[in-house]
């Protein structure tokens, strides 16, 4: 399995008890709408699969997993701060009215000046916006998703319409 036949859920947190239990950060919405019995932890760079034993879901973005196998602190312990994935099969479909800013990631960037830039490998959030990330001529580049940017969003042909601010992409290009 690799990671692009994945989407993250979260990670692991914490220990809890010496019986192999650990907290999870979950944050993925409506997980515990999911029905899974294994998931996949990325154990530097690789998939690794395990087998649920049992996941108590506490709040919004909290839950206790028991994995089989994982029966003591020790082997617990090998997996804290790692993150947790699930099969894209398992990836409930979006309707049109649920797609986020953050779902542009694979889209193609068009700018008004500069045509287009190139596919989105990434958008992160930070406290006070969306950031996408894109390869232009071989250059991170990095620009803000927001309403003075975005001109138009074309979710069947999967392309976002944008008017970078003047000077943006010289600013990456320069050496």
Known sequence: MKTEDCF???SILKTK???GEMQIYVDFDDIEKIKFSSLFIDMAGKMIPYFVSSVKYLQKSQAYLNLEDV???????MLVKK?????????????????TLKDVKGFVAVDETHGELGEILDV???????????SYKNKEVLFPLNVEIIKGIDVEGSELYIALP?????VYLED
């Open 8 to 10: 993250r859920i979260g």
């Open 71 to 77: 029966d003591t602190i020790e082997k617990a312990t």
């Open 166 to 170: 003047d000077g943006l992409l010289d």
């Open 83 to 99: 993150d947790l994935y699930l099969s894209n099969k398992l990836k409930p479909k979006k309707k049109k009215e649920e797609f």
């Open 124 to 134: 992160v959030e930070y406290p006070q916006q969306l950031i996408a990330t894109l």
């Open 17 to 19: 008890g010496l019986k």
